[in-house]
T-cell receptor
Framework: AQRVTQPEKLLSVFKGAPVELKCNYSYSGSPELFWYVQYSRQRLQLLLR??SRESIKGFTADLNKGETSFHLKKPFAQEEDSAMYYC?????????????FGKGTKLTVNP | KAGVTQTPRYLIKTRGQQVTLSCSPI?????VSWYQQTPGQGLQFLFEYFSETQRNKGNFPGRFSGRQFSNSRSEMNVSTLELGDSALYLC?????????????FGNGTRLTVT
């Protein structure tokens, strides 16, 4: 079964500090992983996906198949990074392709 | 381009009733997915429609159904409402629904069942 675990419901850091939001997954196939973000009063939106190997708003995420992880990192957090972050895995289960989300981590960046 | 539009924004229904939610995708997007979001379970996949056909389905009972029209607009129906159906229902559209096609979410419809 596909499963995404985000162990931290809440994460609080100070501005300028490094931040890492953890994501672990369980999937027997080859996973496609994503990070979605929801800023206050905005809709959920794609932040980045592992196949693009890109950096968006200073965030990066590396897929580690050995540790089945896809942690989101930023070296210097900004106040505007405060948001709800969701890790998601796209895979096939029972013939059905679907995007499975973790329960999310609320990041607060303090001034 | 207008974003994904969901109507209505809020709904209050009583147990046993049925409800229909509507989603208009971004112009040109052919795939529409529906998710249920609750504090306890997070975001759970309901189903995905592509070119008027249900292509993928989550693990929800048959009381949850949907359809997609030729203009890609989609509706979701929940019959015989239960208290546990209270949730935020999110619709997301994408160009093709493939893994390379990111989801664009609407603001959701908040359903309260009393």
């Amino acid at each position: 079964a596909q499963r995404v675990t985000q162990p931290e419901k809440l994460l609080s850091v100070f501005k300028g500090a490094p931040v890492e939001l953890k994501c672990n997954y369980s999937y027997s196939g080859s996973p496609e992983l994503f990070w979605y973000v929801q800023y206050s009063r905005q809709r959920l939106q794609l932040l980045l996906r592992h196949i693009s190997r890109e950096s968006i708003k200073g965030f990066t995420a590396d897929l580690n198949k050995g540790e089945t992880s896809f942690h989101l990192k930023k070296p210097f957090a900004q106040e505007e990074d405060s948001a709800m972050y969701y890790c998601a895995l796209s895979g096939t289960q029972g013939g059905s392709e679907k995007l499975v989300f973790g329960k999310g981590t609320k990041l607060t960046v303090n001034p | 381009k207008a974003g994904v539009t969901q109507t209505p924004r809020y709904l209050i229904k009583t147990r046993g009733q049925q409800v229909t939610l509507s989603c208009s995708p971004i112009s040109g997007h052919r795939s529409v997915s529906w998710y249920q979001q609750t504090p306890g379970q997070g975001l759970q996949f309901l189903f995905e429609y592509f070119s008027e056909t249900q292509r993928n389905k989550g693990n929800f009972p048959g009381r949850f159904s949907g359809r997609q029209f030729s203009n890609s607009r989609s509706e979701m129906n929940v019959s015989t409402l239960e208290l546990g159906d209270s949730a935020l229902y999110l619709c997301a559209s994408s160009l093709s629904g493939s893994q390379n096609s990111p989801l664009h979410f609407g603001n959701g419809t908040r359903l309260t069942v009393t």
